[in-house]
């Protein structure tokens, strides 16, 4: 298995982390919910961790104040209309500074750079996670969507220029966690665990209706408003179980998917002797983080401790993925393969952003992504040029669609 040939590969030595020595890290989506995490993070071990570079798309206000307090080598912003603050904010400090996205492109490629947290949403990691590949550096993965876009292609990268991914998703955390030490023996299955959201429970009567505020309201994580808004529709497990074939090498039906509210277990990995082990603790995004940064040594934290007498019960259900049908769809195009994933990617996060304009009701998320991916051109076997154009072709359908 891939996985476990992958740990096997990495699991060369256990340096306590006094003995670490000190990553540089870049970090593109700084400003972010998973962003400011890792500066968090980063300003708790700076024995540790240092910051190369910072790039955010339109918040330069926290650029600019992050890049006063981590002095990284180079800053990047995305929205070139908000460059000459970046430039003003940072005149006379030794921070190389840079507009556009293709900068991100260069800025991962920095040769201080030990690790980069692709921290930014959406298609838009795509570019810059190859640049860094190609660049040899390791990848702290929290943007799934380069997985669930271009999978086979990054990681056939990743192989080709031996870099290591560490995912950040906490599922994948998780499963990642749960193969330590079990490098030889192959994976029945996963589990990947799904809190079901703010409209768990809910049927479509109910979900007629749902405003985007309902939906930007999630139980038990603060995350940007993408992911939020995939978590309400079920599809960030989509996309997470798309993400988990890539990273794990693993057949669809490898992979199953249970609702567990209370989001204590992580994941669970299941093995061919029946045996299951699971990765456990409070929510909270910092710890997926520093594993994935800190990677192999267990970083020490001050963050809360689970305590099983707060949880006298932990439950389990089936997802509902008849009202929920993202779900059901993206292990539809997972097993169809090629350009579909892509596709349905494309269409996703153009129904997201129309729904949080007031455009499409929450509903029509998932009835649009539906009608994108029949207008699909399929390719069996994409490379990146196809890739490309699927995005463009069903971003554009995504947007002129009338349901
Ligand atoms: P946020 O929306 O909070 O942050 C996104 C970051 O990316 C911001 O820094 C933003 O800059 C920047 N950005 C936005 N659009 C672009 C663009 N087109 N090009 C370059 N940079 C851009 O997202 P999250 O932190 O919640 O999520 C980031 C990624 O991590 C996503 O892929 C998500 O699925 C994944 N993830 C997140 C989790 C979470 O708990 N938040 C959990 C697991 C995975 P600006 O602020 O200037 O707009
Ligand atoms: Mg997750």
């Known amino acids: 298995m ?26 593109l989506g700084a400003t972010g919910s998973i962003g400011t995490q890792a500066l968090d993070v980063i300003r708790e071990n700076p024995h540790l961790f ?22 990284p080598k180079m800053v990047v912003i995305g929205n070139k209309e908000k460059y000459s603050t970046l430039k003003s904010g940072l005149s006379g400090k030794d921070i190389t500074v840079a507009q556009g996205n293709e900068a991100l492109n260069d ?43 271009a999978g086979n292609l990054v990681m056939q990268l990743a192989k080709e220029n031996q870099v290591h991914i560490h995912p950040v998703d906490s ?19 996963i589990i990947l665990t799904a809190s079901g959201g703010p409209f768990r429970g809910k049927d479509k009567k109910i979900l007629k209706d749902a405003t985007k505020e309902q939906a930007l309201k999630h139980p ?24 988990a074939k890539w990273l794990f090498d693993l057949k669809p039906e490898q992979i199953d998917v249970i609702v567990h509210p209370q989001s204590i ?29 800190g990677y192999p040594s267990r970083v020490p934290t001050s963050f809360e401790r689970f305590d099983f007498s707060n949880y006298p019960s932990l439950t389990f259900e089936k997802p509902d993925t008849e009202t929920f049908s993202n779900l059901k769809l993206a292990f539809e195009t997972l097993k169809a393969g090629g350009n579909l994933p892509c596709a349905l990617n494309a269409a996703n996060e153009v129904a997201v952003q129309r729904f949080l304009n007031d455009e499409i ?17 399929f390719v069996k076997n994409p490379v990146l040029e196809d890739y490309i154009r699927t995005d463009e072709k069903i971003r554009k359908k995504a947007a002129e669609i009338n349901l």
């Open 265 to 293: 277990i992580h994941s669970m990995v299941q093995f061919e002797d029946g045996s299951i082990k699971a990765q456990m603790g409070l929510p909270d995004m910092k710890l997926p983080i520093v594993f994935a940064l």
């Open 2 to 27: 891939l996985a476990n040939n992958t740990i096997a590969s990495i699991v060369k030595h256990n340096p306590k982390p006094s003995t670490m020595r000190k990553k540089k890290v870049a970090i």
């Open 361 to 377: 009701k929450f509903l029509q998320i998932a009835q649009l992504n539906e009608k994108c991916l029949e207008l699909i051109d």
């Open 171 to 189: 599922e994948h955390s998780a499963i990642y966690q749960c193969l330590l030490g079990e490098e030889q023996n192959p994976i029945e299955k």
């Open 220 to 243: 038990n994580w603060d995350m940007g408003a993408k992911i939020t808004i995939d978590s309400a529709s079920l599809m960030n497990k989509g996309l997470e179980v798309i993400e």
């Open 107 to 149: 800025a991962v490629t920095l040769s201080e750079i030990d690790i980069v947290l692709t921290a930014l949403v959406g298609y838009a990691g795509l570019k810059p996670t190859i640049a860094a590949i190609k660049a040899k550096k390791d990848i702290a993965l929290a943007n799934k969507e380069t997985l669930v876009v």
């Open 50 to 71: 240092e910051v190369s570079v910072l790039t955010a798309q339109n918040n330069v206000e926290l650029l600019v104040s992050q890049s006063l307090e981590f002095s």
